[in-house]
């Protein structure tokens, strides 16, 4: 059910996270946030053949927060980097069924740690040759 | 109350309209009742529509009207926003605004309070009891000091008044804000208690209401509502106080006991009854409200995304300057909880309480990136 500002869909990704936990020998991790903005994002995934079969996520912050790294994980499993590459925090937020004009940022965070997951595979690929 | 919405419409005002002589007898009747609970006289009883009026008032009235004393203001550093935030409209009349220190607990810090009392200082706003943290302050002491230095004092009573004794004789302030939803009364109305003698220019201006000081036709249904509310208030508080007392104590003792890396925030006695605050290491204050309320307790957070969430966007996204000023590091301002017990609340509730806060705080661990890396993890 909807809560306060959050969406039903908010609310249940808040209350039943996707994907939460790590990743063993995850192939690329992003962490993005600062404890003193209230929000710390983890994000670790699976890359085989181009193709996120895995993604996992720990999260430090408000119910958005959590519901937009939950929201990100469902949207990126399967798909290949370069259509994970083109998720933006505005297709998170809508996934969410909106987020308060406030919490837009969490949103931007979800963006930011996959990007950062991502650019930390491509430095692992580059480094393992 | 309800008659007063329907039966005695009248409005008090009118004087010579047989209409309005109900209202007004029962404006009187809750003037009085206010004025018991805080022993003042009847006429020193300023009705207003909210504790954030009273404080407007006080503050601009006071400042306003008494300038010959000099241009400098001090708030606490632990004001309410309804202070806090009239600071640039003084500076724009040309006052000066000075912020006196708290210590860890939240209690006035006195010899800072001496250091700043210069001079030219004609009033200072120090509030009795914070919402936030619980603490209350040594107003009686404050408030002897600003009197030997010729200092007008202001008090902020609204997470006071109704909840432990107030007596505004002997603690020695000029004005003090009472705020009726904070002792179970209505919504929209509020008071101002102001000295006798003591000048105040009046913030909303127009007819003659509450004796010229504040203008607008009165929401009387409410303000016999603030009036009930005292006299429950009154003949209650030993009662409520004893009770709310133990509560609180069962409480803390039961979360000291229960949750690791927890810290309590404001004074661990002079504080409100039944209000326990603290803040919880990895946890983040909005997913634990949150989760408290799915599980049917209520609580308050001190965290920005909490309070701020219904704000038009993210510019108000600070931690609150109440728990900066006690010291508690910004990251950590986003874990605070205040819980604040009233006389329904039972021993069953705080049991239930106890039980529920464990599972949620280690559910919030367990997803927290943090929580890793201070157990070894990376």
Not at chain 2, 203 to 232: K, M, W
Request: glycine fraction near 10%; aromatic fraction near 6%.
């Amino acid at each position: 059910m909807a809560q306060g500002p959050y969406s039903e869909k908010v609310m249940d990704h808040f209350m039943h996270p996707r994907n939460m936990g790590e990743i063993e020998e995850p192939s690329g991790v992003g962490e993005v946030g600062n404890p003193a903005c209230g929000d710390v994002m983890r994000l670790y995934l699976k890359i085989e053949n181009g193709t996120i079969i895995d993604a996992k996520f720990k999260t430090f912050g408000c119910g958005a927060a959590i519901a937009s790294s939950s929201m990100t994980t469902e949207l990126i499993k399967g798909k290949s980097i370069d259509e994970a590459l083109a998720i933006s925090n505005v297709a998170v937020a809508e996934a969410l069924g909106g987020l308060p004009p406030a919490k837009q940022h969490c949103s931007v965070l979800a963006e930011e740690a996959l990007r950062a997951a991502l650019e930390d595979y491509k430095k692992k690929q580059q480094a393992g040759g | 109350m309800r008659p007063y919405f329907s039966e005695f419409f009248g409005n008090p005002s009118s004087i010579l309209i047989e209409e309005g002589a109900e209202p007004r007898k029962a404006m009187d009747e809750a003037r009085l009742k206010v004025s018991r609970l805080i022993n003042a006289e009847t006429d020193e009883v300023i009705f207003t529509g909210s504790a954030t009026e009273s404080n407007n008032l006080a503050i601009k009235g006071l400042a306003l009207a008494n300038r010959n004393r000099g241009n400098r203001i001090l708030f606490s550093d632990i004001e309410h926003y309804s202070i806090m935030h009239q600071a640039d409209s003084l500076k724009s009349l040309g006052f000066e605004v000075d912020y006196v220190r708290v210590d860890p607990y939240g209690l006035i810090d006195m010899e800072d309070l001496e250091k700043k009392a210069t001079p030219g200082t004609l009033l200072a706003s120090i509030m009795q009891a914070n919402l936030e943290i619980g603490t209350i302050e040594p107003v009686r002491e404050i408030g002897l000091f600003l009197k030997s230095r010729g200092i007008l004092f202001h008090s902020d009573g609204a997470g006071a008044v109704g909840q432990v004794p107030v007596d505004v004789k002997a603690l020695s302030v000029d004005s003090m804000t009472v705020s009726a939803h904070q002792f179970y009364g209505p919504k929209g109305a509020a008071a101002l208690y102001l000295k006798k003698g003591v000048p105040l220019r009046p913030v909303v201006q127009g007819g003659y209401q509450e004796t010229g000081y504040r203008a607008g036709t009165e929401n009387v249904p409410a303000i016999v509502g603030l009036g009930e509310a005292s006299r429950l208030a009154g003949e209650e508080m030993t009662g409520r106080v004893e009770r709310l007392t133990a509560l609180g104590r069962r409480l803390w003792e039961g979360i000291e006991q229960k949750i690791d890396y927890l810290h309590f925030t404001g004074h661990p006695t002079l504080r409100l009854p039944g209000h326990v605050s603290f803040w919880i290491e990895f946890v983040e204050g909005e997913s634990l409200l949150l989760w408290l309320n799915l599980n049917g307790i209520a609580s308050a957070s001190g965290s920005a995304c909490a309070s701020n969430v219904l704000a038009a966007d993210e510019t108000g996204l600070k931690a609150s300057h109440v728990l900066t000023a006690v010291g508690v590091p910004p990251e950590i301002c986003h874990g605070s909880i205040a819980f604040s017990l009233g006389p329904e609340n039972t021993e069953a509730e705080v049991d239930f309480t106890l039980s529920t806060l464990p599972g949620i705080v280690e559910k919030l661990r367990e997803m927290s990136p943090l929580y890793l890396k201070a157990r070894g993890g990376t």
